[in-house]
């Protein structure tokens, strides 16, 4: 069976730092690709990062770029976002998703995570 479960979600306060996890497991993981995405209420699913088979090639969206950063290790089976100057606007339940080609939208992604909430007060 095929799982992703993502944690480290929680409260922060603005400025503050957080590292999500998302361990994957049912599948062959050091081919896929692994992308975070975050959903905030009322708003569509949107990409956040996302990070190549071999975790050598990255991608940020502009409202993260130099804040969080993505890494991959295949020997455990986990991708990390760590995010750091953490702001309101970051707040959302954060999503990890597989697929075997690198950053794919939302809707082309193959398995996902049930998500980790993120709650950034000013």
């Known amino acids: 069976e095929v799982q992703l479960v993502e944690s480290g979600g929680g409260l922060v306060q603005a400025g503050g730092s957080l590292r999500l996890s998302c361990a994957a497991s049912?599948?062959?993981?050091?081919?896929?690709?692994i992308g975070w995405f975050r959903q905030a209420p009322g708003e569509e699913r949107e990409g956040v990062s996302c990070?190549?088979?071999?975790?050598?090639?990255?991608y940020y969206a502009d409202s993260v770029k130099g804040r969080f950063t993505i890494s991959k290790d295949n020997a455990k089976n986990t991708v990390y976002l760590q995010m750091n100057s953490l702001k309101p606007e970051d707040t959302a339940v954060y999503y990890c998703?597989?697929?075997?080609?690198?950053?794919?939208?939302?809707?082309?992604?193959?398995?996902w995570g049930k998500g980790t909430l993120v709650t950034v007060s000013s």
């Open positions: 049912g599948f062959i993981f050091e081919d896929y690709s």
């Open positions: 998703a597989a697929s075997p080609f690198f950053c794919r939208a939302v809707d082309r992604m193959d398995y």
């Open positions: 990070i190549n088979s071999s975790g050598d090639y990255t």
